[in-house]
C-alpha cells in the first residue's frame, strides 16, 4: 500500500470512529416517546413508553402503545396495547387445560383463564418467558410479557389493570 493510500484509509477511520460517537435521528415512520399515566398496583414502577402508528393512516388505524414497567421484585415487564379496530376481538380459544402450540410452535403452552368476568391467556416460552394477553373493558388488547416475572404474577397485574376503572388510562386505550 502505497502513502497516499494508508494516509486516505487513516482519515477515513478516523472520521468513522469520530461520527460513530453521535446520535443521529432515525428517519420513517419511527416510534415516539410520550409520558404516561397508569395507576399500578403498590411496589410498581413506570419506566418509559411509546407509541407507533399501526399504519399510515394514524386515525384510521389507530397506534400500538408499549411501556416498559418494573415488578417490586425488579423483574421488568413489557406492557402493549393494541386497538381492537387494527387488530379486531381477542379470539379465546375454549378452556380445556394446558395446550401446548403443537408441531408449528417451540414448545410453548398455554392456558384460557376464565374467572367471573375475566379472561385471558397465559402462555409460556420456554425461551422467552411468560406473557398475559386479555382484552380491556374498552375492547382493546393488552399483552403483558415478561422473560423473568412468574406467570402468575403477570396474570395478577393484568387482572389488576383489565378490572380496575383506574388501571389503564383513556390515553392508553
Known sequence: MKAGQL?????VLLAILFLSSFQFPALGNSQQAFSVELSLPEGWSLQDGFEKPLSRNVENRGRWI?????????DPVLLQTLPQESSGPLYFPPASGIRTDGSLGMGATYEVVAEDSFRAIAETHPYLGGSVTASLPGG???????RTLPLAALLELC????????GLSPALQ
Open 66 to 74: 408499549a411501556c416498559s414497567l418494573r415488578a417490586p421484585s425488579g
Open 140 to 146: 382493546d388488547i393488552l399483552i403483558l410479557e415478561s
Open 159 to 166: 387482572r389488576f389493570l383489565a378490572g380496575s376503572e383506574t
Open 7 to 11: 494516509r486516505i484509509l487513516s482519515i
